[in-house]
């Protein structure tokens, strides 16, 4: 290590980043190999994601457009892709991503933690919270396990440019950095983004506003520069915006980051929430007797009527009873666009948005009449319109929420995490594109796909699965392989019939201690023999070569289980401390604000202590509030995967918290202290 490095980096520094780092890894050790969730039934939740990895993964954007492809945002599959294209497991960099933004974090908030201590606390706090590696928000292939990360790098990178708006312009560039991440990815993840809305407004009026006081005290040209590159995280969100619509124009006709936020679909479902209901029916705005009536006010939506009632047949699903079902707020938007497909209005986004707006006008048109009664809605497309007794209830829905995130209820990790097998194969689909492993229930499968080529061609070629004693469990049928053909030419191998030569096997095996052998016959003669296992490594010989994709072997994954069973109960050990102690913490933390509040009034300069603690309890009760609303008004809103973005804003709220408390009273008391001696 250089001198120069040496002057820079004090020994305190390094012991704190390697404490960081080993806890960063022990961590890493505890969640590697855990069994990812999957869910391939879910094809308006999971399904979509891992699909639409696959197909921008392929070069082909988001693939086929239908009424699913513009429905989330595409940062999450983006993300799967990229991991895929790296062949990187999706726990293990989602795990990674989180220590690193948990560090971001805290080294962001130094100028206020200023003690090694302090910021060894709060980083230890974040990286073990339970959210990090619950079932529903890190096992589960799905878009709130990234939430938490991008939660921390915008309030971390955002904070951290303010804390350091007095120093030289090129210490914030990794703040802004930071910020540009979070906050790009974060609104292109989800369409409930907005709650973070607010902070952003804030945060820009505060920083602009102490910025230019200090530019006018000083005139020195370099905060100019800060107030210019405060700009450029939301300068980033409006290119991304551009570029994502860009593409989805070009593709599918319409100019859209995402039609439940922005299309004729999301107007056209607004003016359907502004006509009342004639009936009062908890939970459901567009009820069976309003969309009767709706038909029959606007002529385009009376041709979809037939189609509302077999989409409402296929949401009901074989238990339900369509005639007299009512779809609660949270869920009815896709009965209706469901209906949309059935009529073959999602050829291309153009179709679809025209098909759409024709509908609101007829809408609009039929309320300013007065046909159709008109009702209030709010702000938000997807929300409830408000109703005489919603303030207690949101209420008290606030006040469960708070106790439910306090406390980490329902959290766990999941060893013996098993997948349900699937007929159309989506479980191999999630594990192709995660990297990950997941276990199904049956036990005495064996799947594998790859490709043979006999270097002396492939005519009169068989491929199949044997046991040692001559039995066969399956024959191979070669599938299409024209980019299998190119690579051998390129290997300088001219191989007739290689064109055929991909296979997917699926084997059903009764005694697994027996091995199995993958056996190549030419005209019924043996020309080589493979023993299976869990290698992917691939097979040649002089005359042939065999190449494995992946190879699945469910009992072999269920010995895994066991092994690492040890780790499950590690981390929800560690879970059971957050449980029992976060109550306490958050009533000592919300305790600690109010003081440091009344310290603030009282002329103590503890303005941007307050101001950090502030802006993240204040974000923390926008979004429970806005899943509160939810909860009471259209669905089942408050589970922890859904609020996975409030746990390390709550987390940190609580730790600075106490931290900013605890050294006041030190101060204090030291203070008082002094002038008991000066006075003596």
């Keep these: 290590m250089t001198s120069s490095w040496r002057q820079r980096i004090s020994r305190k520094e390094l012991l704190l980043f390697l404490f960081m780092a080993g806890m960063g890894l022990l961590k890493q050790f505890l969640v590697y190999n855990l069994p990812i969730m999957a869910v391939p039934k879910g094809i308006h939740d999971d399904w979509i994601m891992v699909h639409l990895a696959e197909t921008l993964r392929n070069g082909q954007w988001l693939g086929e457009y239908n009424d699913l492809t513009l429905t989330k945002g595409m940062f999450f599959p983006l993300y799967l892709a990229v991991c895929n294209f790296l062949h990187l497991s999706y726990l293990n960099v989602t795990a990674l991503c989180y220590t690193v933004s948990c560090m971001l974090f805290v080294y962001g908030l130094r100028p206020l933690l200023k003690k090694a201590w302090a910021m060894g606390l709060l980083y230890l706090a974040l990286l073990w919270n339970p959210i990090s590696y619950s079932v529903q928000a890190f096992q589960r292939?799905?878009?709130?396990?990234?939430?938490?990360?991008?939660?921390?790098?915008?309030?971390?990178?955002?904070?951290?440019?303010?804390l350091r708006r007095k120093e030289p312009l090129k210490r914030q560039i990794i703040w802004m950095l930071a910020a540009v991440f979070g906050t790009v990815s974060f609104f292109y993840t989800r369409e409930d983004a907005i709650w973070v809305v607010p902070f952003l407004l804030v945060f820009l009026a505060v920083y602009l506003g102490s910025i230019f006081g200090l530019w006018r005290k000083s005139k020195e040209k370099g905060y100019i520069g800060k107030g210019i590159l405060v700009l450029v995280p939301f300068l980033c969100l409006w290119l991304a915006g551009q570029l994502i619509a860009a593409q989805n124009e070009k593709y599918y006709g319409i100019h859209t980051t995402n039609e439940l936020q922005d299309s004729g679909f999301a107007e056209m479902y607004k003016s359907m929430m502004a006509v009342k209901p004639n009936e009062d029916i908890p939970g459901v705005t567009l009820t069976r007797e309003k969309i009767a009536r709706?038909?029959?006010?606007?002529?385009?939506?009376?041709?979809?009527?037939?189609y509302f009632q077999s989409s409402r047949e296929y949401w009901a699903g074989?238990?339900?009873?369509?005639?007299?079902?009512?779809?609660?707020?949270g869920w009815v938007f896709w009965i209706v666009r469901t209906a949309l497909a059935q009529a073959g209005y999602?050829?291309?986004?153009?179709?679809?948005?025209?098909?759409?707006?024709?509908?609101?006008?007829?809408?609009e048109w039929a309320m300013d009449q007065g046909i159709l009664e008109r009702q209030a809605t709010m702000p938000s497309t997807y929300m409830s319109p408000w109703r005489k007794g919603y303030l207690g209830d949101l209420f008290g829905a606030l006040g469960k929420a708070v106790a439910y995130t306090a406390t980490y209820d329902e959290m766990e990790t999941l060893v013996y995490l098993y997948s349900e097998p699937d007929e159309n194969?989506?479980?191999?689909?999630?594990?192709?594109?995660?990297?990950?492993?997941?276990?199904?229930?049956?036990?005495?499968?064996?799947?594998?796909?790859g490709?043979?080529?006999?270097?002396?061609?492939?005519?009169?070629?068989?491929?199949?699965?044997?046991t040692s004693d001559g039995a066969v469990l399956g024959t191979v049928e070669f599938s299409d392989s024209g980019d299998i053909a190119s690579y051998l030419k390129g290997q300088g191998r001219n191989v007739s019939g290689a064109e055929k030569c991909r296979f997917h096997l699926k084997l059903y095996v009764e005694d697994k201690t027996q091995p199995v052998y993958l056996n190549a016959y030419r005209d019924g003669k043996r020309l080589d023999t493979y023993e299976l296992g869990s290698s992917v490594d691939g097979f040649e010989s002089e005359n042939s070569r065999l190449n494995l994709d992946w190879y699945w072997d469910v009992p072999e994954r269920h010995g895994l289980l066991a092994d690492i069973s040890y780790k499950g109960a590690v981390l929800n050990g560690i879970r059971q401390v957050y449980r029992y102690s976060?109550?306490?913490?958050?009533?000592?933390?919300?305790?600690?604000?109010?003081?440091?509040?009344?310290?603030?009034?009282?002329?103590?300069?503890?303005?941007?202590?307050?101001?950090?603690?502030?802006?993240?309890?204040?974000?923390?009760?926008?979004?429970?509030?806005?899943?509160?609303?939810?909860?009471?008004?259209?669905w089942n809103a408050i589970l922890y995967w859904y609020l996975?973005?409030?746990?390390?804003?709550?987390?940190?709220?609580?730790?600075?918290?106490?931290?900013?408390?605890?050294?006041?009273?030190?101060?204090?008391?030291?203070?008082?202290?002094?002038?008991?001696?000066?006075?003596e």
Excluded at 143 to 150: E, L, P
Excluded at 157 to 162: D, K, P, S
Excluded at 348 to 355: C, L, S, V
Aim: charged share 20%.
């Design 294 to 306: 709706m038909c029959d006010a606007c002529p385009t939506l009376k041709e979809l009527e037939p």
């Design 644 to 679: 996975s973005g409030a746990y390390p804003v709550m987390t940190g709220f609580e730790i600075l918290a106490l931290t900013f408390f605890g050294r006041g009273i030190v101060q204090r008391k030291a203070a008082k202290d002094m002038n008991n001696i000066e006075f």
């Design 141 to 162: 292939v799905y878009r709130n396990s990234i939430s938490y990360i991008q939660v921390l790098l915008i309030f971390g990178g955002f904070l951290a440019m303010y």
């Design 425 to 449: 194969g989506g479980n191999l689909l999630f594990e192709r594109i995660t990297g990950d492993k997941t276990v199904w229930h049956e036990s005495n499968m064996i799947e594998m796909a």
């Design 451 to 466: 490709w043979y080529v006999a270097y002396e061609g492939m005519e009169g070629v068989t491929l199949q699965a044997e």
């Design 346 to 363: 999602y050829e291309n986004g153009a179709m679809a948005n025209d098909i759409c707006l024709k509908i609101r006008d007829e809408l």
């Design 582 to 634: 976060g109550g306490v913490l958050a009533a000592l933390g919300f305790v600690g604000w109010l003081v440091i509040s009344a310290w603030l009034l009282r002329g103590k300069k503890l303005l941007d202590e307050w101001l950090v603690l502030t802006s993240l309890l204040f974000s923390y009760l926008v979004l429970l509030g806005g899943i509160s609303y939810s909860e009471i008004s259209g």
């Design 318 to 329: 074989p238990e339900g009873d369509a005639d007299t079902w009512e779809v609660r707020d």
